[in-house]
Each structure stands twice: as structure tokens, then as C-alpha cells.
């Protein structure tokens, strides 16, 4: 992600990635749908609305490191996607907690959000070629 983006790219972006990522999760829940004791795992999503908010009223400060020693906060260390278990109501004789309905509906709400945000990336690159004059379609 370039951190010199406007901020609409910068958070179209970052949804974007955070779908590709749930994307895996829930492929790989839908592959161990039958191993035993496996529980679902889902990712979760950023805080959209903060980003947006923090976006348009300009940047949040952010926490520097100066001495080797130090570590950035959690939401500076590059990973905005925490995995986390997901909390099942049906669990199988086995132990396995996937639901398979479950995680096709979320895999829906996901394709979705993906679907949303790439409209809105090509909307964003349609108005920069205009105010650039380019005609292209």
C-alpha cells in the first residue's frame, strides 16, 4: 500500500486486501470441513469507518521508533487482519466446527465487499483521467 495514495485508494486498497486475506481463511475452512477437532477461523476486518474518519480529518499521528529496542504499536506492524476463532453453535460428533452454510454466506458478504470496492477503485480511476483530461474510456 503507498502511503503517499490519496486516502480513497489507500482504504479501497486496504478492504481489498482484507477480502483476498478472508478469502483464503474461509477457503481453508471449507477445506478442513470434515477434519477432526478443526474450528473455524475467520479474520478481522479493519475499522473502516475509523480509517475514513482519520482520512478525511487529516492523517492520525503516528508513533516513531528511535532507539533499536523499541516496537511499533500493533496497527503500525504492518498487519491490519487479526485471525481469530470463530464461535460456532453447531459442532460435529468429531469436534469440528465448521459450518459449511456459514461459511458460504461469508463468503458471499466477502465476494461482495470485494466486488464494492473494486467498483469503487475503477469509479476513483475514471475521475483522476478525467481531471487529467484523458478521454479513454
Given amino acids: 500500500m503507498i502511503e503517499s495514495a490519496p486516502p480513497l485508494q489507500r482504504l479501497v486498497s486496504t478492504k481489498l486486501a482484507w477480502a483476498s486475506e478472508r478469502f483464503g481463511v474461509l477457503a481453508q475452512n471449507l477445506a478442513n470441513a470434515d477434519t477432526p477437532d478443526y474450528r473455524a477461523r475467520d479474520i478481522k476486518s479493519p475499522d473502516f469507518e475509523r480509517m475514513l474518519m482519520s482520512d478525511t480529518v487529516g492523517q492520525t499521528p503516528q ?3 528511535t ?3 523499541h516496537v511499533l504499536p500493533v ?3 504492518g498487519n491490519l487482519f487479526r485471525s481469530r476463532g470463530t464461535d460456532s453453535f453447531e459442532i460435529s460428533p468429531t469436534g ?3 459450518v459449511i452454510e456459514e461459511q458460504m454466506q461469508k463468503l458471499g458478504e466477502t465476494q461482495m465487499d470485494y466486488g464494492m470496492a473494486t467498483g469503487i477503485y475503477t469509479k476513483f480511476k475514471g475521475f ?3 481531471a ?3 478521454t479513454r474510456a
Fill in 63 to 65: 508513533l516513531q521508533v
Fill in 67 to 69: 532507539q533499536a529496542g
Fill in 75 to 77: 496497527a503500525q506492524q
Fill in 96 to 98: 469440528n466446527g465448521v
Fill in 128 to 130: 483522476l483521467r478525467s
Fill in 132 to 134: 487529467m483530461g484523458d
